[in-house]
């Protein structure tokens, strides 16, 4: 499965920004899909999470102000991120795990979000 994240780049604080996320390949195999996020200088971080047949789980920094969606053909998500704040500056990552078999973790190449203050 391959991944592609679009939607990055330069806001102000206290706006607003929508990531999307692109599958192809063996989309059928994807068991979760999601959103992480890494700042400079600090570990990978989850933004948001859904496994197959469950709901959607929220990262701390993001309850409240971020929205993670699907399409219904399951190979495109979303996260939108209200109120941004200088801290959610990040590369964000787009996730999935496949099961082929195996668990496998795909990752899109990430895309750059800067919160201005």
């Known amino acids: 499965v391959q991944l592609q994240a679009f939607g990055g780049g330069l806001v102000q604080a206290g706006g607003s920004l929508t990531l999307s996320c692109v599958a192809s390949?063996?989309?059928?195999?994807?068991?979760?899909w999601g959103w992480y996020r890494q700042a400079p200088g600090k570990e990978r971080e989850m933004v948001a999470r859904l496994r197959f047949g469950g709901s959607v789980v929220y990262g701390e920094p993001a309850k409240g102000r971020f929205r993670f969606s699907r399409d219904n053909a399951k190979t495109t998500w979303f996260l939108q991120m209200n109120s941004l704040a200088p801290e959610d500056t990040a590369v964000y990552f787009c996730?999935?795990?496949?099961?082929?078999?195996?668990?496998?973790?795909?990752w899109g190449q990430g895309t750059q979000v800067t919160v201005s203050s």
């Open positions: 390949g063996s989309t059928s195999s994807i068991n979760a």
């Open positions: 996730y999935a795990e496949v099961i082929r078999g195996l668990i496998e973790d795909s």
